[in-house]
């Protein structure tokens, strides 16, 4: 098309988790804030961050644009075989600041899916360095989303996620989330001299919203270490402040061998991603002669236009208190959508900081989730549908008056369906 008009209509974009033979959809093409602006005109509350809990710092940061354009101005590209840039130094070393334990080396990637990716390279190459290359099955959470690369989806738990995909990664299994008697029977029954680690959310995201056992992870944590098994937390949606704590770690008081992040990472203004390795692991790889020590890389690690939304992101979330707004906002969220769960249509409400799901009655009740999103949206107001429930992770730096203006519209749609 050589017009301004934007169109869905050609064809030619094949779009990822939509129906190709569905109705066009909505056209995003401005956003300023809490809201986005459709191609017609409507103004809507974006709920989502984006659709999925990335743009923590809402829409049209000018400073971030800003700083990126300067960026690239004055350097684009040169990141990899043994060359570096000041930008990757600057960001590696203020993540790694925020992350819990000892969690001092950051190897960049371009998404959360290639963060997972590289996290279990990282684990089963540990084992390697240490002489025990048996170690190189994986255990994970029924219900759990690292990613849609062949390793992400082979250590995730949403079953329509693999299928139609064929064979995926060997020795993966997947045990009921949040038992901690399953995963103890899963660990002794594949004899951990063949695991190399355990990987979880901190909370489960997109598998619908579940907040562990407040005691769990410390239990995992204290597994991984009685079995000699690294635990890897992927933190793509719950890090950088969406459970009113840097990351999910600190706030269920566990440091990973490994984590994952991405989304917040950039406030999603740039793909990046990153997993964040702890001393035991990096230092098992460090060889004193200088060969390479990870043979594995993607040609956008640390891109320093990407490094540079990083910097500005943090800058941005510290000079805002946005951790501390994210946990009152949270714990806000939290209280106002509880009692929604008294409606006759909600089967149950589920939550914890700035994430939070109504799941619908019903053996089938994808169609009424469609519908209720729909009129939510018709309503001016964007959340997420998602096979059984709602999903609401709305930017950190929502309001309260935005949250009652979320639940308000969500629950007055959901009267009416019920």
């Known amino acids: 098309m050589v017009s301004g008009q934007v169109?869905?209509?050609?064809?030619?974009?094949?779009?990822?988790?939509?129906?190709?033979?569905?109705?066009?959809?909505?056209?995003?093409?401005?956003?300023?804030?809490?809201?986005?602006?459709?191609?017609?005109g409507t103004r809507l509350l974006d709920a989502t961050a984006g659709g999925v809990a990335c743009v923590i710092l809402g829409h049209g940061?000018?400073?971030?644009?800003?700083?990126?354009?300067?960026?690239?101005?004055?350097?684009?590209?040169?990141?990899?075989?043994?060359?570096?840039?000041?930008?990757?130094?600057?960001?590696?070393?203020?993540?790694?600041?925020?992350?819990?334990?000892?969690?001092?080396?950051?190897?960049?990637?371009?998404?959360?899916?290639?963060?997972?990716?590289?996290?279990?390279?990282?684990?089963?190459?540990?084992?390697?360095?240490?002489?025990?290359?048996?170690k190189t099955g994986f255990v994970s959470l029924h219900r759990g989303y690292h990613g849609m690369n062949f390793g992400g989806i082979s250590v995730g738990g949403l079953p329509e996620n693999r299928a139609g995909f064929g064979p995926l990664l060997e020795g993966c299994s997947q045990v009921p989330a949040h038992d901690i008697d399953a995963l103890e029977r899963e660990l002794a029954s594949r004899d951990p001299s063949t695991i190399a680690a355990v990987i979880m959310e901190p909370v489960q995201a997109a598998g619908g919203v579940y907040?562990?056992?407040?005691?769990?992870?410390?239990?995992?944590?204290?597994?991984?270490?009685?079995?000699?098994?690294?635990?890897?937390?992927d933190e793509v949606v719950c890090g950088f402040g969406r459970l009113g704590?840097?990351?999910?770690?600190?706030?269920?008081?566990?440091?990973?061998?490994?984590?994952?992040?991405?989304?917040?990472?950039?406030?999603?203004?740039?793909?990046?991603?990153?997993?964040?390795a702890g001393s035991r692991v990096h230092d098992a790889f460090v060889d004193p002669e200088g060969s390479i020590e990870l043979m594995h890389g993607y040609t956008y690690s640390g891109h320093p236009a990407a490094c540079v939304a990083g910097l500005k992101v943090i800058e941005i979330i510290e000079r805002e208190g946005l951790v501390d707004h994210s946990r009152q906002t949270g714990l806000y969220l939290q209280k106002q959508i509880d009692p929604l769960a008294s409606l006759p249509v909600v089967a149950e409400v589920r939550g914890e900081g700035m994430l939070a799901a109504l799941e619908l009655e019903g053996d089938c009740p994808e169609p009424l989730v469609a519908e209720a999103q729909r009129?939510?949206?018709?309503?001016?107001?964007?959340?997420?549908?998602?096979?059984?429930?709602?999903?609401?992770?709305?930017?950190?730096?929502?309001?309260?008056?935005?949250?009652d203006r979320v639940v308000d519209v969500v629950g007055t749609v959901l009267e009416e369906l019920s």
Not at 27 to 39: L, M, P, Q, R, T
Not at 253 to 270: E, N, Q
Not at 388 to 402: N, S
Request: aromatic share 8%; hydrophobic share 45%; net charge negative.
């Open 7 to 40: 169109s869905v209509t050609t064809g030619a974009l094949w779009m990822p988790f939509t129906s190709a033979g569905g109705s066009n959809p909505p056209v995003v093409v401005a956003g300023d804030g809490s809201h986005v602006v459709a191609d017609d």
């Open 61 to 134: 940061r000018a400073e971030i644009a800003d700083a990126v354009a300067a960026q690239l101005r004055t350097l684009e590209y040169h990141c990899l075989f043994g060359y570096s840039h000041p930008r990757a130094l600057e960001l590696a070393e203020a993540v790694a600041a925020r992350t819990p334990g000892d969690l001092n080396h950051v190897f960049f990637t371009n998404s959360g899916s290639e963060a997972v990716e590289t996290a279990l390279k990282m684990a089963r190459g540990y084992w390697s360095q240490v002489g025990r290359g048996s």
């Open 211 to 233: 907040p562990p056992p407040e005691d769990y992870l410390g239990q995992v944590r204290a597994m991984c270490d009685d079995h000699d098994v690294l635990l890897v937390l």
């Open 245 to 276: 704590h840097w990351f999910g770690g600190h706030r269920f008081g566990v440091s990973p061998d490994i984590m994952t992040v991405a989304k917040g990472l950039t406030s999603a203004y740039i793909p990046m991603g990153a997993a964040i």
């Open 375 to 403: 009129r939510i949206q018709s309503a001016g107001v964007l959340v997420r549908a998602q096979a059984d429930h709602l999903g609401i992770y709305p930017p950190l730096t929502f309001t309260a008056a935005e949250v």
